[in-house]
């Protein structure tokens, strides 16, 4: 039997994934979830062979609530919004079901996925959102994190520094340190460009925290932020952040 999750927060939506499962009766459905919050805790739970999964929720998106995932399942997106259709695959969805879609779209989409366990192999990979750019609008406004069993939303405008640790990020805020499955790649990418520099290979700094730049022997800078902590610039760094700075 194939156990399997319906997260969307319309109910009329999840009534119709609900519906059109009833055509399948190797398919059971375990929950069914309102919000991303949800969703993670029947994961978690159930542990679901496949999820059929909204983006556009309240609290976390779609895209945040799958970063949280430990045991990640297959993944079919049921969105109204095509604009995410790219991010979806390069996350190695298995499908992605534009709103309002036909039960014969959804019985494909359902023996795709069927198909692709048929072939897999032991090793098959996991989605992973490590690398996919962001392009979410919230994306550029929150970092969600995970501290301990409790789920944070940062608001960027709390975050004091970005500093890579291995293969996570460091997230500085006010309220302590949180760490953050990605690179400093992505961060550059997700955040807005005219408020957050990467000023080192190692670490990015919102213009709001800069008060000043110091110079240091031998033509280096040093940035100084509002707390007190002072980040090194390398000299591509230095020069985006005049740019930026317009100086």
């Known amino acids: 039997m194939i156990k399997c999750l319906i997260i969307d927060d319309e109910p009329l939506a999840r009534s119709i994934v609900a519906e059109y499962l009833q055509q399948h009766p190797d398919v059971t459905i375990v929950q069914e979830c309102g919000d991303g919050f949800e ?4 994961i978690k739970q159930h542990q679901p062979d496949l999820i059929f999964l909204d983006i556009q929720m309240p609290k976390i998106n779609g895209f945040e609530m799958l970063e ?7 993944v079919i997106f049921t969105t109204a919004f095509d604009n995410y259709a790219l991010k979806a695959f ?6 992605y079901l534009l709103k309002p879609f036909s039960q014969e779209r959804f019985n494909a989409a359902l023996k795709k996925w069927q198909e692709k366990q048929t072939i897999e192999t032991a090793d098959k990979p996991t989605i992973d959102l490590n690398e996919v ?5 919230e994306e550029r406004v929150r970092i969600v994190v995970k501290a301990g069993n409790d789920i944070r939303i940062i608001p960027v405008q ?8 291995d ?8 309220d302590g340190l949180f760490l953050k499955k990605k690179t400093m ?25 800069l008060t000043r730049i110091e110079p240091l022997e031998k033509d280096g800078h040093v940035a100084l932020l509002k707390n007190g902590v002072r980040i090194p610039l390398s000299k591509s760094g230095y020069t985006k952040l005049r740019t930026v700075l317009g100086l």
């Not at 969703?39 to 029947?42: D, N, Q, S, T």
């Not at 949280?68 to 297959?74: A, D, I, N, S, T």
């Not at 293969?167 to 006010?174: L, M, N, P, S």
Request: zero cysteines; a negative charge; aromatic letters at 10%.
């Open 68 to 74: 949280l995932v430990e045991q990640q399942p297959g």
């Open 185 to 209: 790649g992505y961060y550059e990418q997700a955040l807005d460009p005219a408020q957050f520099v990467r000023v080192h290979r190692s670490f990015m700094i919102p213009i709001a925290q």
């Open 167 to 174: 293969d996570y990020v460091k997230i500085h805020t006010k």
């Open 158 to 165: 709390d975050v004091l520094h970005l500093e890579a640790y």
């Open 133 to 137: 750019p962001a392009k979410q609008p």
């Open 90 to 95: 390069e996350a190695n969805a298995v499908d």
């Open 39 to 42: 969703g993670i805790k029947a």
